[in-house]
């Protein structure tokens, strides 16, 4: 594929998107479900590639534990749950209508909120599970000071919206894409005692191996080595999108980390931890986690 008809199709996407806008913004909230529905499994039937990859993932994870259709259920839900939170997400700016923060339920703020009296700031570890864009928003409209750690799309016009989409909402990015000034503006988030929230459940090939769902995979080993470093607490955050349509977050912790004179060790040891964590709310809510769409298990 020539650079040119990759930035054309990146074009296309990206245009699309933005047309998506306005269609949406004029649909009323009780209609974005059935969307989700009828443009997800336009998706699951339309793109081979990635179902085949959520299927052998999920296949690889839960073995013969689940069935082949329970897999294929699991993954066309999957590209719906993608949509609806699109869907949500695009419509977070409408004056009229529900907005998204409305629908989240926050159990654990205390936890949050006790961690950040220590004064070190707070790493968070999360997972893209649910809609987890609609829970830091929730969080930074709760008063909790929120940044978070994220990896650059490929599509750079999908990256200036997502941008402008959310610090319109008034969150705050630190890009992986320049490691030396993303760990320094880590430091620096820390510092200035905020939350620091950095997604651990895709493949890091300058990660530690550690198992997930009884397979050795390759882990961030970011939220270690900066809780170490710099002595800072560490609680889970993570959200799933409950039956009756609302979001529930789940605060937890602190985790109790081992602290000795061998770093290796402990970063090993408290990246088992984070990721175990993260294992329990995907085996719980396997239709919500976007993970699967990466090759997880290499």
């Known amino acids: 594929m020539t650079k040119a008809f990759q930035v054309t199709v ?6 699309a998107i933005y047309s998506s806008f306005w269609t949406i913004w004029l649909l009323p909230s009780i209609l974005y479900r059935p969307l989700s529905l009828i443009i997800g499994s336009l998706g699951y039937y339309t793109m081979r590639l990635s179902r085949c990859r959520v299927i052998t993932n999920l296949a690889i ?6 069935s082949a259709a329970w897999q294929r259920r699991t993954c066309r839900r999957l590209f719906c749950e993608i949509v609806h939170n699109a869907i949500e997400m695009i ?4 004056t009229t209508g529900q907005n998204i923060t409305e629908k989240v339920v926050v159990n654990g703020e205390e936890i ?7 004064n070190r700031g707070v790493v968070a570890v999360c997972a893209h599970l649910g809609n987890f864009p609609a ?5 930074l409209n709760l008063g909790f000071p929120m940044n978070v750690i994220i990896r650059n799309a490929t599509n750079t016009y999908l990256n200036n919206l997502w941008d402008k989409m959310m610090k319109k909402a008034g969150m705050r990015y630190i890009f992986k894409a320049n490691l030396a000034r993303a760990i320094e503006e880590s430091r620096k988030s820390l510092a200035r005692g905020e939350c620091l929230c950095i997604y651990l459940d895709q493949h890091a090939g300058n990660g530690v191996k550690v198992p997930f769902f009884g397979h050795g995979v390759m882990v961030p080993v970011g939220a ?3 809780a170490r470093k710099y002595r800072t607490p560490v ?7 409950r039956p009756e349509g609302n979001h529930q977050v789940v605060i937890e912790g602190p985790y109790q980390l081992q602290r000795t004179d061998d770093p290796e060790s402990d970063v090993k040891v408290n990246t088992a931890l984070f990721i175990s964590r993260v294992e329990k709310y995907v085996r719980e809510h396997p239709e919500q986690w976007f993970s699967w769409l990466h090759r997880r298990f290499r």
């Open 224 to 226: 270690s080595v900066l």
């Open 61 to 66: 994870a839960f073995g013969s534990t689940k």
């Open 91 to 94: 419509a977070l700016g409408k």
């Open 235 to 241: 609680v889970g955050i993570f959200t799933f999108r």
């Open 135 to 139: 829970m830091q928003i929730k969080l």
């Open 10 to 15: 990146r074009r296309f996407i990206a245009a």
């Open 112 to 118: 949050l909120s006790e961690a950040l009296k220590v």
